[in-house]
């Protein structure tokens, strides 16, 4: 399984963007999609992932939306609202697992898109 993840950039705080992951090859064996994001110097965080349920870090609740689209193989990060902690280096990830919000349940990931919030 491959993934390419894009959409990141250059936001004020209150703005908006709008992730992509695209999955292709052996899709068939992955069961849940997921966001990760990570600051120089810190571990992995979970973002969101989404599999028949959605499930969001508490931080994200409320403004960020994940969503899938399995015809298109792609895997979507709505983010509203952001804010200068919400910049980072963005990852999408899938997994053969059930849903987890431990990076290390995770068998596949992308190369990261930057996002970086101004205030």
């Known amino acids: 399984v491959q993934l390419q993840a894009s959409g990141g950039g250059l936001v004020q705080a209150g703005g908006s963007l709008r992730l992509s992951c695209a999955a292709s090859?052996?899709?068939?064996?992955?069961?849940?999609m997921g966001w990760f994001r990570q600051v120089p110097g810190k571990e992995r965080e979970y973002v969101a992932s989404?599999?028949?349920?959605?499930d969001y870090a508490s931080s994200v609740m409320g403004r960020f939306t994940i969503s899938r689209d399995n015809a298109r193989k792609m895997v979507y990060l709505q983010m509203n609202n952001l804010k200068p902690e919400d910049t980072a280096v963005y990852y999408c990830?899938?997994?053969?697992?059930?849903?987890?919000?431990?990076?290390?349940?995770?068998?596949?990931w992308g190369q990261g898109t930057q996002v970086t919030v101004s205030s």
């Open positions: 989404i599999s028949s349920s959605r």
């Open positions: 090859g052996s899709i068939f064996r992955v069961n849940v």
């Open positions: 990830a899938a997994t053969r697992r059930i849903l987890s919000t431990a990076s290390t349940d995770y068998n596949y």
